[in-house]
């Protein structure tokens, strides 16, 4: 049993006990008997070995803030575009390609979005919900799933986004912290692309000013 690993995960399991320990608001010794008590500890370990852990992680955690100061100035250089009415269908991957690209040349011969992400057993297609009832007749029964009523956010940074660690880290925090749902995520180059119900998009846009 490794109880700084133990440590660090429950802390990493609960975003408001991080930025809590970054900005030095925690009683360590509530928080470790908070720790001790969740995972059952009470008889195999003592309350100093989880203060220390908890104490060094925060070290880790003031070191990071250095390099979130770089996120958020490059987050600050980007750009918001936002596309409404965005439907997602989960395929299964037995479809015929053919179908897949001819929908394909339909949609981008119009300059609409159309994104297709192949995974080991099925696609993922992000497209218009004005080609909602073409997906149906080109895939019919090969449908696992499909969403509707969901917003595209596409961030647009600078390329540094390439050499700047833990953007997606920090992008995927904030979406957590305020109870949004992503559906799909994907990025090209500076894009990075979030899919979200169309109900949190007044929240996930007062999120992402910086």
Not at 22 to 35: T, V
Not at 56 to 68: A, G, H, P
Not at 151 to 173: A, C, H, N, Q, R
Not at 193 to 208: A, P, R, S
């Amino acid at each position: 049993m490794n109880i700084t690993q133990i440590t660090e995960d429950y802390i990493k399991e609960h975003p408001s006990l991080r930025k809590c320990l970054k900005e030095n608001l925690i009683n360590y010794s509530k928080l470790a008997r908070l720790i001790i008590k969740e995972n059952h500890l009470e008889k195999k370990t003592n309350k100093d070995a989880v203060l220390i852990a908890a104490r060094r992680y925060q070290t880790k955690l003031k070191k990071q803030q250095s390099s979130e100061k770089e996120i958020i100035t490059l987050l600050k250089k980007s750009e918001i575009e936002i596309k409404n009415k965005i439907v997602v269908f989960v395929v299964e991957k037995s479809i015929y390609l053919d179908n897949l690209l001819d929908l394909e040349k339909k949609i981008k011969k119009k300059t609409d979005l159309f994104y297709a992400i192949e995974g080991t057993s099925a696609f993922t297609l992000i497209t218009s919900e004005k080609y909602y009832d073409d997906c149906i007749s080109f895939f019919k029964n090969k449908i696992i799933n499909e969403s509707r009523d969901l917003v595209m956010i596409i961030i647009k940074s600078s390329k540094d986004i390439e050499v700047t660690p833990g953007v997606m880290s920090y992008l995927f925090s904030l979406f957590s912290e305020n109870e949004v749902n992503v559906s799909e995520t994907l990025s090209c180059w500076t894009d990075t692309i979030f899919v979200i119900n169309q109900n949190d998009v007044e929240k996930t846009i007062g999120f992402l000013k910086f």
